[in-house]
């Protein structure tokens, strides 16, 4: 069975600081993917990247930036000078590549509540 | 590109009271997946449909029930509610490629009293 786990539960920052939020994730798969989703109080889930099990390229997309490790079954988010805005519960998931009528399903981690304060 | 959309966006209920919860995707997109989001439990996983059939199911009991139409839009139906019901229900769909990535509607909130 596949498992995530977030244990931050709650971050609280100060604006402009960098963050870390962290996933770890077990699987038996060698195909799996990666995903981060932002949630901000309205409640949706708002997508931010994917990663795919056979890439472990580090990304970068303006302030945010992801670290993929294999060997740590790691999947860890920064987000650099912090903003208000970034305010939000972020969720990391996993998805196991099971084959076009498998479908598939995201197995979510607890969410970390991030709070970046003024 | 209109994103996914959930309707109602708030629903108050009583127990042994039924509900039904609308999905559309995003346009093109085939697949909808319906998930279920409490403080206890968090995001759980409710069932998949893609092409008017159910491809994937979550551990949830029989009262949940879904369907999608032929125009990719999906149903979700719960059956004599019950108070652990209270959740926010959440709507996904992609294109059904068991690798592509779920977009999220605005989720429906659901109070059983």
């Known amino acids: 069975a596949q498992k995530v786990t977030q244990a931050q539960t709650e971050i609280s920052v100060v604006e402009k600081e960098d963050v870390t939020l962290d996933c770890v994730y077990e699987t038996r798969d060698t195909t799996y993917y990666l995903f981060w989703y932002k949630q901000p109080p309205s409640g949706e889930l708002v997508f931010l990247i994917r990663r795919n099990s056979f890439d472990e390229q580090n990304e970068i997309s303006g302030r945010y930036s992801w670290n993929f490790q294999k060997s740590t079954s790691s999947f860890n988010f920064t987000i650099t000078a912090s903003q208000v805005v970034d305010s939000a519960v972020y969720f990391c998931?996993?998805?196991?590549?099971?084959?076009?009528?498998?479908?598939?399903?995201?197995?979510f981690g607890e969410g970390t509540q991030l709070t970046v304060n003024p | 590109k209109a994103g996914v959309t959930q309707t109602p966006r708030y629903l108050i209920k009583t127990r042994g009271q039924q509900v039904t919860l609308s999905c559309s995707p995003i346009?093109?997109?085939?697949?909808v997946s319906w998930y279920q989001q409490t403080p206890g439990q968090g995001l759980q996983f409710l069932f998949e449909?893609?092409?008017?059939?159910?491809?994937n199911k979550g551990n949830f009991p029989g009262r949940f029930s879904g369907r999608q139409f032929s125009n990719s839009r999906s149903e979700m139906n719960v059956s004599t509610l019950e108070l652990g019901d209270s959740a926010l229900y959440l709507c996904a769909s992609s294109t059904g490629q068991c690798t592509d990535t779920q977009y999220f509607g605005p989720g429906t909130r659901l109070t059983v009293l």
């Open positions: 998931a996993l998805s196991e590549a099971r084959g076009v009528t498998s479908g598939s399903r995201l197995t």
């Open positions: 449909y893609f092409s008017e059939t159910q491809r």
């Open positions: 346009s093109g997109h085939r697949s």
